[in-house]
Nanobody, 116 residues
Framework: QVQLVESGGGLVQAGGSLRLSCAVS????????MGWFRQAPGKERENVAR????????YYADSVKGRFTISRDNAKNTVYLQMNSLKPEDTAVYYC?????????WGQGTQVTVSS
């Protein structure tokens, strides 16, 4: 069974930065395409970034392109999301999951709040 634990969220002013981490249990981490997702109040969960197994291919949603960077460390079973130039509309609970996501793998997420 895979477990995902997100951390690194917090309250930040617009223009600030945060770095999210997602620790993944299980020996097969390096075989998963990984993604970061977010869900804002009243909205559906959306995929904002994903990264290939080796880290060489990355995808970003248009809303975060140029501001967010996804990376992974397969030796540490961890995927990261560096978020720069944060905007109030980035406020959401951020989750990681494999891609495509498996419902049983969703963790608690980490809250990111960006004040204007």
């Amino acid at each position: 069974q895979v477990q995902l634990v997100e951390s690194g969220g917090g309250l930040v002013q617009a223009g600030g930065s945060l770095r999210l981490s997602c620790a993944v249990s299980g020996r097969t981490f390096s075989s998963y395409v990984m993604g970061w997702f977010r869900q804002a109040p009243g909205k559906e969960r959306e995929n904002v970034a994903r990264i290939s197994t080796s880290g060489g291919i990355k995808y970003y949603a248009d809303s975060v392109k140029g501001r967010f960077t996804i990376s992974r460390d397969n030796a540490k079973n961890t995927v990261y999301l560096q978020m720069n130039s944060l905007k109030p509309e980035d406020t959401a609970v951020y989750y990681c999951n494999i891609v495509p996501p498996i419902s049983d793998f969703w963790g608690q997420g980490t809250q990111v709040t960006v004040s204007s």
